[in-house]
């Protein structure tokens, strides 16, 4: 059975950094894009950041040169370093795979919230 298992939200002020994992079932993390959405109450969910299984990486506007994702092969698992926080990048991030519409990804995590006090 395929999982996605985030880890790393919180609580972080204005400016700092987190970093959010996503532990994947071995069997698709080779082969699938991986990447992040994140979601605030009351709005749709949005995408933050994806890379590809040759390691080509896509980012929102709102992130680009704040956060930066990555993968490890041997643990299988994506990161997503974020850097410079703003309180507008509060939400609940979810990691996702898409094996070949990124669009609709066809695995979702449970989601981890994560806080950016002002």
């Known amino acids: 059975q395929v999982q996605l298992v985030e880890s790393g939200g919180g609580l972080v002020q204005a400016g700092g950094p987190l970093r959010l994992s996503c532990a994947a079932s071995?069997?698709?993390?080779?082969?699938?894009?991986m990447g992040w959405f994140r979601q605030v109450p009351g709005k749709e969910r949005e995408f933050v950041a994806r890379?590809?299984?040759?390691?080509?990486?896509y980012y929102a506007d709102s992130v680009k040169g704040r956060f930066t994702i990555s993968r490890d092969g041997a643990k299988n698992t994506v990161y997503l370093q974020m850097n410079g926080l703003k309180p507008e990048d509060t939400a609940v991030y979810y990691c996702?795979?898409?094996?070949?519409?990124?669009?609709?990804?066809?695995?979702w995590g449970q989601g981890t919230q994560v806080t950016v006090s002002s």
């Open positions: 890379i590809t299984w040759s390691g080509s990486t």
């Open positions: 996702a795979a898409a094996k070949t519409n990124w669009v609709r990804p066809d695995y």
């Open positions: 071995g069997r698709i993390f080779s082969t699938y894009t």
